[in-house]
C-alpha cells in the first residue's frame, strides 16, 4: 500500500496549570504532529514534543524537519517497508529523537491500520494494564499535600513529586505525604538532576521510614558512577533519565550498573523501535524498565503505552503527560480505570482526530 501524502503542523497548547521541575516552569507546550495518508485513505498519526533542555532539539526544530524534502519523499513508498523508512529516518535525523518520534509513531500507526491490527498485537502484547503515577511540580508542602488529596479522590494511587532545590524542604515534603497519606500512595520523586550524593544520601537516610519506590536521576548527567557509592539496597531504586538517551547509553550503564532501573521516554530515544532497542538491552542485564513523558498529547502517550506492554521487564509507568494537557487535537487511545491505564486495542494506536 502507497503512501500518497504526508503532512505536518505545529501546535501550540496550554497547560491546565503552570508546572515547575528542578531546571524550568512552563505554562504551555508546543508540539508537532505528523500525519501519512495511504492510497487506501488510512491515515497515520504521530508526534514529537522533545525537551529542549534534554536532548537539545526543540519542537519548533522538529516541525521544520518534517517539511523537509527527505520526509517529502515518502511518497510513493510502501507502507509495508515502515521499518525500513523508520530505519533511514533515524540515520538523516541523528540525534534528533523529536522529530525521529514524530515520523516513528506516524508509521506505526498507518502500517498497523493497514494490517488491522493494534501496534501492541504486532510487537506482541504482555502486559494487560499497569497504574501510572500522576506527577505533582515543585510547590510548597501545603500544595502538594492538597494536589495529593485531589488525586486520591480521583483514584490515582502513585504519586510521583518533582524536588530538586532543597533537599531539606524535599524531606519536609515527603515525610509529610507520609504522614498525612501512610499507605493510600505509593511515593515516587524526581529530582531531576538537582541534587549532589551528599544531598542524596541525606534525603535516603530521613525518608528511609517512607518506603520511597523510585528515586529518578538524582544526580546531573556525567557524575552517574557516584552513584555506585550508594548503598546497593538503595541503589536498585536509583533510575537513569536524562542520562539514558540511546541505546548506546543504555548498553553503557548495563555494564557500569549505577541505575536499578530505565526510564523509557520516546521523546529522548526516537519512537517505538528506539525504545524497543532499549528494552532488550534492560532485559538482558536484568534492569526493569519505567517509562516516562514529557507533556505530550494523546497520541504519543498510547504509542508509549503500547511499547511499554510489549516489554515483559516493563514494571512502572508515569504515562500523565496528556493529562496536563487543557486540550488535545486527538481522542481515544486508552481508558484510565481507577489509576490503571488500558490500550482500547483498536488498529494502530486507536486514535481518533478531533
Known sequence: ?????????????????????????????????????????????????????????????????LQTDFVKNFVGRDIRHFQQMIYETRKHFDHLPGTQAAIDIAMHDAFAKFIGISVADFYGQKIKALPTSITIGIKSVQETLEDAAGFLKLGFKILKVKMGLNVEEDIEKICKLHEQHGNQFIIRVDPNQGYSLADLNKFLGAT?????????????????LALLNVEPAYRKILMGDESLKDPQAALEFAISKP????????????????????????????INLFWG??????????????????CANTRYIDLDGSFDLAADLVTGGFELVDGYMHINQQPGFGITKL
Open 1 to 65: 500500500m502507497k503512501i500518497v501524502a504526508v503532512r505536518s503542523y505545529l501546535k501550540k497548547m496550554a497547560l491546565t496549570k503552570p508546572y515547575t521541575i528542578a531546571y524550568s516552569t512552563f505554562s504551555d507546550v508546543t508540539l508537532a504532529f505528523f500525519e501519512v495518508e495511504l492510497a487506501n485513505g488510512m491515515i497515520g498519526y504521530g508526534s514529537g514534543s522533545p525537551a529542549g533542555e534534554v536532548v537539545g532539539e526543540t519542537a519548533d526544530q522538529t516541525a521544520v524537519n
Open 208 to 224: 528511609k521510614h517512607v518506603g520511597v519506590e523510585l528515586i529518578e536521576q538524582p544526580l546531573p548527567v556525567g557524575k552517574e
Open 259 to 286: 541505575f536499578g532501573v530505565y526510564n523509557i521516554k520516546l521523546m529522548k530515544c526516537g519512537g517505538v523501535m528506539g525504545a524497543m532497542e532499549i528494552a532488550t538491552i534492560a532485559n538482558n542485564a536484568q
Open 293 to 310: 513523558c514529557n507533556d505530550e498529547s494523546i497520541l504519543s502517550i498510547t504509542a508509549a503505552l503500547h511499547a511499554a506492554y510489549c
